[in-house]
């Protein structure tokens, strides 16, 4: 049935998220030229608030959990396992106040509407996996921004999606440079679950009504420990919470 229903759905739900991105690209660009990182960033948000929005026309309910009194005015590295392409938009949205950027590809710098627009003006991090040097330059770039401007950043350690729920081995890469280079960061793991099943069956169709959830935990201080030490405490604590997959 869900994938029945999944062919109905999904070209309306393709129709509304790539006019979404769309729109958005010239109005990500009048608003970094008249009115700056500020207006930019404003419009970043609100693109993901609607995308977000766009799940439910596969009957999907997104819920964000965030239970945690974290701080203001503190960079933050923020620390989730990795489903799907739709892990961001509510990351996006729910997380905005804390002015998080993401270390992402560098492919996806090209080619695509609004999100590519974003990743090169936006302040994120965008490292080729073949060029070592250019990688670490690019973190150590957005590790200046927080320490400086206490901006914070999201990073995915399994490296690549996980396209059946299953968590792959978290690689400390650019966590370890974060947490070594932004002395009063603070980290903060997020779980991730349901966003594969969404795209069980590959990007057509998409699978109906999947429930999806992004689940703030508890923070970790990493002061006075190594970055592998705090790596594997959150890696744990993900996949302590993480539900088993689903079967297909």
Known sequence: ??????????????????????????????????????????????????????YCVMGSRARFINN????????????????????IPPLVWNLRRYHAKFISKLELTRGIPS??????????????RKDAKQSTGEILKLAQKMREQKWSAIIFPEGTRSKDGH????AAGGTGIILKKVPDVLLVPIVIKGSWELTRYGSFPLSFGEKM?????????PAGRTAEEVLKEAESAIAFTAVPPASC
């Not at 945690?68 to 892990?87: K, T, W």
């Not at 959830?213 to 201080?221: C, F, R």
């Open 1 to 54: 049935m869900r994938k029945l229903a999944g062919y109905i759905f999904t070209p309306v739900h393709y129709l509304f998220f790539g006019l979404l991105l769309l729109l958005f690209h010239p109005i990500q660009w009048l608003c970094l030229k008249l009115g700056g990182y500020h207006a930019h960033k404003r419009s970043v948000d609100i693109l993901n608030y609607l995308l977000t929005g766009t």
């Open 68 to 87: 945690e009194n974290l701080p203001e005015g503190r960079p933050i590295l923020f620390v989730a396992n990795h489903q799907s392409m739709y892990d």
């Open 115 to 128: 999100i590519s627009f974003n990743l090169k003006h936006g302040g994120a991090a965008n490292i080729d």
């Open 167 to 170: 968590m792959k081995r978290f």
């Open 213 to 221: 959830s992004w689940t703030v935990l508890k923070p970790i201080e």
